[in-house]
């Protein structure tokens, strides 16, 4: 099949809905962000069908996090030949107006025709061995999954009561990156710490959190310290602090990126 006629097959099979990213509502995806989406997807298929990788990191903007010095606020895994399809994402998502989370198989049309904040993407390739376990890890799915249906936004790096979307990514590949495979979250994220993992720092003003209406059900303060809360600087796993591991690892041979529609080179950005 053409890759345009497998485009539009795939945008047909998928419904016109989406989840929004910057706030929690259901509601049509317009015909405009279907186009900008389907096109974000081309490019992003059109990069991976130029190698082999089984399963690449995919990162999008759904909120706007530039004053933390964040662009990518979300991140999950492509992975080829999925029983949902040629290239199908899977990813962590909070549940709108909820404290949990579940695990979700995209296309990647559906993928980038959420509520975004724009259209721009990064891929990132791993080393061939660590992609391999990646992918037999993600074929393997629901059995150990790590997943912690507790949802956080701004959960505690090792946090054994709450996660959010990028801790997922983190602990996954962490659990695949040795052999036998990590069986528990805690014990995965251990391993990226020792293996030289940092998380970011994010600042919350005390002051915005006693202001309501800022933070919703999905957002709980105390998986943090006293210390941390006091400080406002709150540790945070985050996809800078994971595209920065992979890279300081040596883990990513390949990154490429998409800027207003435009491919960027990457001298080890993160």
């Given at each position: 099949?053409?890759?345009?006629?497998w485009?539009l097959?795939?945008?047909?099979?998928?419904?016109l809905?989406?989840?929004?990213?910057?706030?929690?509502?259901?509601?049509?995806?317009?015909?405009?962000?279907?186009?900008?989406?389907?096109?974000?997807?081309?490019?992003?298929?059109?990069?991976?069908?130029?190698?082999?990788?089984?399963?690449?990191?995919?990162?999008?903007?759904?909120?706007?996090?530039?004053?933390?010095?964040?662009?990518y606020?979300?991140?999950?895994?492509?992975?080829?030949?999925?029983?949902?399809?040629?290239?199908?994402?899977?990813?962590?998502?909070?549940?709108?107006?909820?404290?949990?989370?579940?695990?979700?198989?995209?296309?990647?049309?559906?993928?980038?025709?959420?509520?975004?904040?724009?259209?721009?993407?990064?891929?990132?390739?791993?080393?061939?061995a660590?992609?391999?376990?990646?992918?037999?890890?993600?074929?393997?799915?629901?059995?150990?999954?790590?997943?912690e249906?507790?949802?956080?936004?701004?959960?505690?790096?090792?946090?054994?009561?709450?996660?959010?979307?990028?801790?997922?990514?983190?602990?996954?590949?962490?659990?695949?990156?040795?052999?036998?495979?990590?069986?528990?979250?805690?014990?995965?994220?251990?391993?990226?710490q020792?293996?030289?993992?940092?998380?970011?720092?994010?600042?919350?003003?005390?002051?915005?959190?006693?202001?309501?209406?800022?933070?919703?059900?999905?957002?709980?303060?105390?998986?943090?310290?006293?210390?941390?809360?006091?400080?406002?600087?709150?540790?945070?796993?985050?996809?800078?602090?994971?595209?920065?591991?992979?890279?300081?690892?040596?883990?990513?041979?390949?990154?490429?990126?998409?800027?207003?529609?435009?491919?960027?080179?990457?001298?080890?950005?993160?």
């Open positions: 099949m053409k890759l345009s006629a485009f097959a795939l945008c047909l099979a998928w419904p809905a989406a989840i929004a990213g910057r706030q929690c509502e259901i509601r049509p995806a317009t015909p405009q962000k279907l186009a900008d989406a389907t096109v974000t997807a081309m490019r992003v298929v059109a990069a991976l069908e130029e190698t082999d990788a089984p399963v690449v990191l995919v990162a999008r903007v759904g909120t706007d996090l530039s004053k933390h010095g964040l662009v606020s979300h991140i999950g895994f492509a992975l080829r030949d999925h029983s949902d399809g040629r290239w199908t994402v899977l990813h962590l998502l909070n549940e709108c107006g909820t404290a949990r989370s579940a695990l979700h198989a995209q296309g990647l049309v559906n993928f980038f025709a959420d509520d975004l904040v724009n259209q721009d993407a990064r891929i990132v390739w791993l080393q061939p660590l992609a391999q376990r990646l992918a037999d890890h993600l074929r393997g799915l629901p059995r150990n999954a790590l997943h249906q507790a949802y956080n936004l701004i959960a505690r790096p090792g946090s054994r009561e709450y996660q959010n979307s990028t801790e997922w990514v983190l602990e996954t590949l962490a659990a695949v990156a040795t052999t036998p495979e990590l069986g528990d979250r805690r014990t995965a994220y251990a391993w990226a020792r293996d030289g993992f940092k998380p970011d720092t994010i600042h919350i003003a005390y002051a915005k959190r006693v202001l309501g209406g800022l933070f919703g059900v999905n957002t709980i303060f105390t998986d943090h310290s006293v210390g941390t809360r006091l400080s406002g600087d709150y540790p945070v796993v985050t996809v800078r602090s994971i595209l920065r591991y992979l890279q300081e690892r040596g883990y990513a041979v390949h990154v490429i990126e998409w800027r207003d529609g435009l491919l960027q080179s990457i001298p080890g950005a993160t």
